[in-house]
């Protein structure tokens, strides 16, 4: 039975993803900050069966990775697909009220466990060299609207860090995919009372990702509801004709 392992498994999104993954038939490897946390995520999804959670910090450098070396040896189940959402930090602050502070937090947050998640597990998948292999990040919209410049520049490098990606990771096992979201999710619980949409209805875009392997170097775009089973899909590998240093 295959496994996915979630890094931001207990919020908004990542409890979505859990469901998505429960209702393909897969299990998930959750990483939890604590047991609060993980009691959280059972809650939200409605079920124990089927998921491991194990503790770390995924902001630390050595969070993931310590995750990662309890799979390698035996620990923790194998794992063949990687989902990503770590962030949520969602300040309104304008560009020039920011303080390096807030800008460094909003980093820290949002962009970096991100890139420890794919530095940090991609590895593991492509040593493994199972053909069935994906690894998905849930990105913001807001980094192209710009509305909140937290969220926004935080966002940036995600986008960026993809592009590179998708290029390293063409001809490999692993199919490196972006679900790029556009409205507003919240566990059900929450979305009940404040009328945003519901994890349990977004956990089908991820359910698609999973499905679908023909989907490799894609943005997944969620706009509307409709999205959630109908995405468009924008492959992103794009070929520039480099410029010769000669021409500088
Ligand atoms: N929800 C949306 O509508 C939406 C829309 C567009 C894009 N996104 C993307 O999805 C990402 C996640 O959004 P979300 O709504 O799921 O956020 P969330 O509900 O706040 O959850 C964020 C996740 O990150 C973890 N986390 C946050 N700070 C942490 C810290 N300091 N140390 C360890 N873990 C930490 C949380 O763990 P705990 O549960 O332990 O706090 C949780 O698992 C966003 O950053 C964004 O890129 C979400």
């Given at each position: 039975?295959?496994?996915?392992?979630?890094?931001?498994?207990?919020?908004?999104?990542?409890?979505s993803?859990?469901?998505?993954?429960?209702?393909s038939?897969?299990?998930?490897?959750?990483?939890?900050?604590?047991?609060?946390?993980?009691?959280?995520?059972?809650?939200?999804?409605?079920?124990?069966?089927?998921i491991?959670?194990?503790?770390?910090d995924?902001?630390?450098?050595?969070?993931?990775?310590?995750?990662?070396?309890?799979?390698?040896?035996?620990?923790?189940?194998?794992?063949q697909?990687?989902?990503?959402?770590?962030?949520?930090?969602?300040?309104?602050?304008?560009?020039?009220?920011?303080?390096?502070?807030?800008?460094?937090?909003?980093?820290?947050?949002?962009?970096e466990?991100?890139?420890?998640?794919?530095?940090?597990?991609?590895?593991?998948?492509?040593?493994?060299?199972?053909?069935r292999?994906?690894?998905?990040?849930?990105?913001?919209?807001?980094?192209?609207?710009g509305q909140?410049?937290?969220?926004?520049?935080?966002?940036?490098?995600?986008?960026?860090?993809l592009?590179?990606?998708?290029?390293?990771?063409?001809?490999?096992?692993?199919?490196?995919?972006?679900?790029?979201?556009?409205?507003?999710?919240?566990?059900?619980?929450?979305a009940?009372?404040t009328g945003?949409?519901?994890?349990s209805?977004?956990?089908?875009?991820?359910?698609?990702?999973?499905?679908?392997d023909?989907?490799?170097?894609?943005?997944?775009?969620?706009?509307?509801?409709?999205?959630?089973t109908?995405?468009?899909?924008?492959?992103?590998?794009?070929?520039?004709?480099?410029?010769?240093?000669?021409?500088?």
């Amino acid at each position: 039975m295959e496994t996915v392992l979630l890094i931001g498994a207990t919020g908004n999104v990542g409890v979505s993803a859990a469901i998505a993954v429960l209702r393909s038939g897969r299990k998930v490897l959750a990483i939890v900050r604590n047991q609060d946390s993980a009691e959280k995520l059972f809650k939200h999804v409605g079920a124990r069966e089927g998921i491991t959670t194990v503790e770390a910090d995924v902001t630390s450098e050595q969070g993931i990775k310590g995750v990662v070396e309890q799979v390698k040896a035996g620990k923790l189940p194998a794992f063949q697909h990687v989902f990503s959402a770590v962030g949520g930090l969602y300040r309104t602050t304008p560009l020039l009220e920011m303080t390096t502070e807030e800008l460094r937090e909003s980093m820290a947050r949002n962009w970096e466990p991100n890139f420890f998640a794919y530095r940090d597990t991609m590895p593991y998948l492509l040593e493994q060299n199972d053909p069935r292999s994906s690894w998905t990040v849930c990105t913001g919209s807001s980094g192209d609207v710009g509305q909140h410049a937290g969220p926004a520049i935080s966002q940036g490098p995600i986008f960026s860090m993809l592009q590179s990606a998708y290029l390293e990771a063409e001809h490999t096992n692993v199919r490196v995919n972006e679900l790029y979201l556009g409205v507003r999710v919240e566990v059900d619980e929450s979305a009940e009372k404040t009328g945003a949409q519901k994890s349990s209805d977004f956990a089908a875009a991820y359910e698609k990702i999973l499905a679908n392997d023909q989907w490799k170097a894609c943005r997944v775009i969620v706009m509307k509801p409709k999205h959630f089973t109908e995405p468009e899909i924008e492959v992103r590998i794009r070929r520039v004709a480099m410029i010769p240093e000669s021409e500088f």
